[in-house]
């Protein structure tokens, strides 16, 4: 009798072990975005995520992805097509922005290079569904580094760089601002690079005596080289991006369990340690979650 208990019980254990194992969290990542994301498992986002699996008691899985540089590419199809393939539930790292949000405009598009592509996989047109947002988690903010001789310059408004040599990166929303603002007022100054890491090297050999950049470039600038030749001002533009995950409108249970999640974290004030523990500087998402498009005027302004 005791025999054939213990074989009932084992029998048992085998048949809800499968059924007991944890459900995976699968995240697309971009591959090479430091501090935000480093293939290898390192990066704000990657904590972040794991954070938010263990509250939806799940394990993460990543799913590496690189958005691609050729002009048709942008990171709303890409994730759309990543989401819509079957490659990850959830995006990290996505602006909250109305028109990014929803059904998209075109109905299929290319997927990105991600890790596992096959050559099939690139040529093949995948059918797009609607993006839902969680709530956002942090604030995508542009600033300003002076070089160090410059350091003791206050600057509260870009009218204080005037007669400086501003560098920007080509075709970012920091030199659309650098070009429109005050009506052209920088423009004379104004020099552009094609990669925002080139501004930095530039700053600290003199080239250069301020650069207007994106935070994250900063981060991931010092997160590497160091902060030896350059001169942070604290200086925040107003136009910035709420960062959070989106999903498939197919997949809104999810995305509203990660939104909560995301909620909690923010209750609990566990999101600015992750930052601050990736090199990543934190700012808190601003109201409404969800917002606008840049409006053209506010291009030339602080």
Same mark, same amino acid.
């Given at each position: 009798?005791?025999?054939r208990l213990? /074989?009932? %019980?084992?029998?048992?254990?085998?048949?809800a072990?499968p059924?007991?194992?944890?459900? #995976?969290l699968?995240?697309?990542l971009? *591959? =090479?975005? @430091?501090?935000?994301?480093?293939?290898g498992? &390192?990066g +704000?986002?990657?904590?972040?995520?794991?954070?938010?699996?263990?509250?939806?008691?799940?394990?993460?899985?990543?799913q590496w +992805?690189?958005?691609?540089?050729?002009p048709?590419a =942008?990171?709303?199809k890409?994730?759309?097509?990543l989401? #819509?393939?079957?490659?990850?539930?959830? %995006?990290? &790292?996505?602006?909250?922005v109305s028109d990014?949000?929803?059904?998209?405009?075109?109905?299929?598009?290319?997927?990105?290079p991600f890790?596992?592509?096959?050559p099939e996989?690139?040529r093949r047109?995948?059918k797009?569904g609607?993006?839902v947002?969680?709530r @956002?988690?942090r604030l995508?903010t542009?600033?300003v %580094?002076?070089?160090?001789?410059?350091?003791n310059?206050p600057i509260?408004?870009?009218?204080?760089?005037?007669?400086?040599?501003?560098?920007?990166q080509?075709a970012?929303l920091?030199d659309?601002?650098?070009m429109r603002?005050?009506?052209g007022?920088?423009?004379? =100054?104004v020099m552009?690079v094609?990669?925002a890491? !080139?501004l +930095?090297?530039?700053?600290?050999?003199?080239?250069?005596d301020?650069? +207007?950049?994106?935070?994250r470039?900063?981060d991931?600038?010092?997160?590497?080289h160091g902060?030896?030749?350059?001169?942070?001002?604290?200086?925040?533009? #107003?136009?910035?991006? =709420?960062?959070g995950?989106?999903?498939?409108a197919?997949?809104?249970?999810?995305?509203d369990? !990660?939104?909560?999640?995301? !909620?909690?974290?923010q209750? #609990?004030?566990?999101?600015?340690? /992750?930052a $601050?523990?990736?090199?990543?500087?934190?700012a808190?998402?601003?109201? @409404?979650?969800?917002?606008?498009?840049? $409006?053209?005027?506010?291009? *030339?302004?602080?």
């Open positions: 009798m005791t025999a213990t /074989l009932y %019980v084992v029998a048992l254990v085998a048949l072990g059924a007991m194992a944890r459900e #995976s699968t995240v697309c971009q *591959a =090479n975005d @430091p501090p935000i994301s480093v293939r498992g &390192e +704000f986002a990657v904590a972040l995520s794991r954070k938010i699996a263990d509250r939806l008691d799940r394990d993460l899985r990543v +992805f690189v958005s691609r540089d050729d048709d =942008n990171l709303a890409d994730a759309d097509t989401l #819509s393939d079957g490659h990850c539930q959830l %995006v990290a &790292e996505y602006p909250l990014m949000l929803g059904q998209p405009y075109a109905p299929t598009a290319k997927l990105p890790d596992g592509a096959t996989d690139r047109w995948i797009l609607a993006l947002p969680t @956002p988690y995508d542009l600033t %580094v002076l070089a160090a001789k410059d350091g310059r509260h408004t870009l009218a204080d760089l005037q007669g400086l040599k501003l560098g920007v080509t970012t920091a659309a601002i650098a603002y005050a009506g007022r920088l423009i004379e =100054n552009h094609p990669d890491r !080139a +930095f090297g530039r700053l600290q050999r003199g080239e250069l301020a650069a +207007f950049v994106a935070q470039e900063v991931a600038w010092k997160r590497q902060a030896d030749g350059l001169a942070p001002t604290g200086y925040a533009h #107003s136009i910035g991006f =709420n960062m995950y989106v999903g498939l197919s997949e809104r249970k999810l995305v369990d !990660a939104s909560a999640a995301v !909620a909690a974290l209750a #609990s004030d566990a999101v600015r340690p /992750l $601050r523990a990736a090199g990543l500087t934190y808190p998402p601003r109201e @409404p979650a969800v917002q606008p498009g840049v $409006r053209p005027d506010a291009l *030339a302004g602080d």
